[in-house]
């Protein structure tokens, strides 16, 4: 079993769409949770980020997480075209001397079409 | 101005041989980071290096040989190319590589594209 889980898709969605995508983990050390956006055939780019349970809005994207049932979510609302991309889940653990290592879901791929 | 650049972008090449990719960082970071993203876009953590100090060792094999000159640069040099090397690498840096230190935060450059045959 994958330490976070991750639908890969395809999500296609009519513009104007509310999107909902979402990551389940077993891990119950993990401490940062993010959301990275990588658009084709480039780097992943940090979209949002999170300590805590509970949620965290940045214009039209808000940031979920339920640490009791280990579940995150990305929202997603008045989807745009330009929000056609892959939407990687990720979270932060600590290794040795407290430094911290990214484990990434697969991604979901996610279209937009006007 | 590229914050997080990397050479090559693409990289075609046969089974066996051996071959370099270089990263630098531009953002004054003191962590740099190599991932691999296979066909199903899966991302995985191989190497961080903070202020040239290799701080995470992923199971690779030890075909793989990180070289960080310095903390602006990461390099990755792979000997013996096998078809299974297949994929994309990314180099990344951040602020810091400690929990609270904005690790989260990871920038990254924009891939080379391994092929091997």
């Known amino acids: 079993q994958k330490e976070v889980e991750q639908d890969p898709g395809p999500l296609s969605v009519p513009e104007g769409a509310i999107v909902s995508l979402n990551c389940t983990y077993s891990?119950?050390?993990?401490?940062?949770f993010m959301w990275y956006r990588q658009y084709s055939r480039k780097g992943p780019e940090l979209l949002m980020y999170?300590?805590?349970?509970g949620n965290k809005e940045d214009g039209r994207f808000t940031a979920q997480v339920d640490k009791s049932s280990k579940y995150i979510s990305l929202f997603i609302r008045d989807s745009q075209p330009s929000d056609s991309a892959t939407y990687l889940c990720?979270?932060?653990?600590?290794?040795?001397?407290?430094?911290?290592?990214?484990?990434f879901g697969a991604g979901t791929r996610l279209a937009v079409h006007p | 101005d590229t914050a997080v650049s990397q050479t090559p972008k693409y990289l075609v090449t046969q089974m066996g041989n051996d071959k370099s990719i270089k990263c630098e960082q531009n953002?004054?970071?003191?962590?740099m980071y190599w991932y691999k993203q296979d066909s199903k876009k899966f991302l995985k953590i191989m190497f961080s290096?903070?202020?040239?100090?290799?701080?995470i060792n992923e199971t690779v094999p030890n075909r793989f040989s990180p070289k960080s000159p310095d903390k602006a640069h990461l390099n990755l040099h792979i000997n013996s190319l096998e078809l299974g090397d297949s994929a994309v690498y990314f180099c990344?840096?951040?602020?810091?590589?400690?929990?609270?230190?904005?690790?989260?935060?990871?920038?990254f450059g924009p891939g080379t594209r391994l092929t091997v045959t």
């Open positions: 990344a840096s951040s602020q810091s590589g400690l929990a609270g230190g904005g690790s989260y935060e990871q920038y």
């Open positions: 891990n119950s050390a993990f401490q940062y």
């Open positions: 999170t300590y805590s349970s």
């Open positions: 990720a979270m932060s653990a600590i290794g040795s001397g407290g430094y911290n290592k990214l484990i």
């Open positions: 953002l004054g970071h003191d962590t």
């Open positions: 290096y903070n202020n040239k100090e290799l701080i």
